[in-house]
């Protein structure tokens, strides 16, 4: 089992960065594929981006490839997103979540047994 928290979010002029992190606790961290998700008021949850466990690929969400990037650090339990040219379109409460030992399907939100309580990003313009 793992515990997720996110941090990070915060309050961004279009056009800036952040870099969201999240904190996993638990054992075998290194065996879960970590995925970001976002949820805008009103719509559903997007998929961002995953990385994938044992071989460290990366996926993106429509789009998302190019602004978003998806890394993590085993040995801190870290998995991280850095996120520029942000637009307001972006603003939404962003999760991070866990797989064990998944690959397939890497945006499928109802694989992913972990998740964060959140942290919100707002971009103005």
């Known amino acids: 089992q793992v515990q997720l928290v996110e941090s990070g979010g915060g309050l961004v002029q279009a056009g800036g960065s952040l870099r969201l992190s999240c904190a996993a606790s638990g054992r075998l961290f290194s065996t879960y594929t970590m995925g970001w998700f976002r949820q805008a008021p009103g719509k559903e949850h997007e998929w961002i981006s995953s990385i994938i466990w044992n071989d460290g690929d990366t996926y993106y969400g429509e789009s998302k490839k190019g602004r978003f990037t998806i890394s993590r650090d085993n040995a801190k339990n870290m998995v991280y997103l850095q996120m520029n040219s942000l637009k307001p379109d972006d603003t939404a409460v962003y999760y991070c979540?866990?797989?064990?030992?998944?690959?397939?399907?890497?945006?499928?939100?109802?694989?992913?047994?972990?998740w964060g309580q959140g942290t919100q990003v707002t971009v103005s313009s």
């Open positions: 979540a866990a797989r064990q030992y998944g690959s397939n399907w890497p945006g499928d939100r109802s694989l992913f047994d972990y």
